[in-house]
């Protein structure tokens, strides 16, 4: 078995292609007035256009027409003056009409790009086409052990997510990646979603599959003319496992085409518990949906200047937006990628808007906290400390009355659910000793307690002051400044 990437791209190349659908945030569905409530009880948001039931006319939904057309301009699309829906039919428990109203060859969003980058490299990633569709409902296999059909003893069919608005982003084949093929995939989708995010239509949720990814993936031998057989690994729930899946396609293509066998087109499921795909079912060419004109719905013929109205009102689009946070904050570009990739960026932004500086936000965030993350198993925004928590612990830093000692102790506390930073300094009597009668009485005492010493520092031996300082140090349980208590001791022993 072929089991290094490396060795893999020495002998073929790979092509590499996503399909990415993103459940819009509109209120109401697609083609009806059903609500788009997430998590509702089953079969509870239906009604009979989104069950598909006879004599039942779909209505065009405005708002999510709107939301497509702004993603086709954020992803530097041609924007169609003129397009229509279709029909695409297959049979499956989850799709009420057996059919699906789609998009087939006059797409609304066409001809786009989306720049990431991977590993210092700018590549592009170009759009064949944005469409807009519905959603299908959602099937649950119970009674077996793995979840799938294989094995269960009943199925059920949940209809509340059909007829949800659904958009689909298909990118054109991206060859020459390389070894970064699986890297290119993940930073597409991340940016993507990021993309999405920053125009308010979804919430791109993947672990709620308001944003899934089928990707497809195919070997050619070095030097041949003509690409590979591809595979489609459907509904990848992660960006990890969508780096995941085009490794461990990369790798089972290759073991196949090194033994002279063939690679079958057809769709996989990605197993996220090992990382490997296995086959699901061979996979469907256009003409077996038997596509032919939606004669429900009227063609869409978007306003131009509407459309130039939707362009005028997009938002700082984040690749703008890092550039742009980068120089006011005074990064460097490998500060910047630090941060991106430690998905820190926003609790960054957020820490320096409470009131930090953007190099001890970063600091705290790809320091700290980023081990304690770790230490957990969890995602940076999930540790437990808020933006506002961080910047609140720096303040108190940078007004002098915690020591950096003294601040990692109040985070643990907040990080422990105790409450905000300055909750935490309360209940545990964290707050520095800044009072000069008490500091004076302190040092007193440790020079009284360590006549020895005190007579070295008096000759003039500074370093042995540092005893003198610990002493007070562990007097006061760490809560005095160090350099306050450093200067005291030899201003009293310069002084007699």
């Known amino acids: 078995m072929v089991t290094d990437i490396e060795d893999v791209v020495r002998r073929y190349e790979p092509v590499i292609g996503l399909e990415v659908h993103v459940e819009l945030g509109t209120r109401t569905k697609m083609f009806c007035g059903c609500p788009t409530e997430f998590g509702a009880p089953p079969n509870s948001q239906v009604c009979p256009v989104c069950l598909g039931l006879p004599g039942s006319l779909p209505v065009a939904n405005q708002a999510a027409i709107e939301a497509i057309i702004r993603i086709g301009l954020a992803l530097n699309c041609d924007i169609a003056d003129w397009c ?71 199925s059920l069919v949940d209809y509340n997510r059909a007829g949800i608005p659904l958009v689909e982003i298909v990118t054109k084949p991206v060859p020459g990646a390389g070894i970064l093929a699986p890297s290119v995939a993940r930073a597409y989708v991340t940016e993507l979603r990021d993309v999405i995010r920053s125009l308010g239509v979804s919430d791109v949720k993947m672990e709620q599959g308001s944003l899934r990814c089928d990707v497809n993936t195919s070997l050619t031998p070095v030097g041949a003319a003509a690409w590979g057989t591809r595979t489609e690994t459907k509904n990848v729930n992660s960006l990890r496992s969508v780096e995941r899946a085009v490794r461990s396609e990369m790798l089972r293509q290759a073991a196949l085409l090194d033994r002279g ?88 932004a957020a820490t320096v808007a409470a009131g930090a500086t953007a190099e001890a936000a970063r600091k705290w965030w790809l320091g700290e906290l980023s081990r304690r993350a770790n230490e957990a198993g969890v995602e940076l925004a ?115």
Not at 409 to 425: H, R
Request: aromatic fraction near 6%.
């Open 261 to 348: 066998e063939t690679v079958v087109q057809e769709t996989r499921h990605f197993h996220e518990e090992t990382g490997d795909t296995t086959a699901g079912r061979s996979k469907e060419t256009a003409t077996d949906y038997r596509y032919f004109p939606e004669p429900d719905l009227v063609p869409l013929a978007p306003d131009p200047s509407w459309v130039e109205q939707l362009r005028a009102g997009l938002p700082e689009l984040p690749r703008a937006r890092r550039e742009r946070l980068a120089q006011e904050w005074g990064y460097s570009d490998l500060d910047m990628q630090a941060v991106i990739n430690a998905g820190a960026l926003e609790l960054v």
């Open 84 to 154: 229509r829906f279709a029909r695409k039919n297959y049979f499956y428990p989850d799709m009420p009409k057996n059919f699906q109203i789609s998009q087939y060859d006059e797409p609304l969003c066409t001809d786009g790009w989306l720049d990431v980058l991977v590993d210092g490299e700018q590549v592009r990633v170009g759009i064949e086409r944005v469409h807009l569709e519905e959603d299908t409902g959602k099937t649950l296999h119970v009674g077996g052990a793995t979840g799938r059909i294989h094995g269960a003893t009943e």
């Open 382 to 496: 999930e540790v437990g400390a808020a933006p506002s928590d961080v910047a609140a612990i720096q303040q108190l830093i940078d007004e002098g009355k915690l020591s950096d000692k003294l601040a990692r102790t109040v985070l643990e506390g907040v990080l422990a659910g105790e409450g905000d930073p300055a909750t935490v300094i309360s209940a545990r009597g964290l707050a520095m000793v800044s009072d000069a009668e008490t500091l004076t009485t302190a040092v007193d005492e440790a020079i009284a307690a360590n006549p020895e010493v005190a007579a070295k520092v008096r000759d003039g031996k500074v370093t042995a002051a540092g005893v003198l300082v610990g002493a007070v140090m562990k007097a006061t349980r760490g809560q005095a400044d160090a350099k306050t208590v450093r200067d005291l001791v030899l201003a009293r022993l310069s002084s007699g």
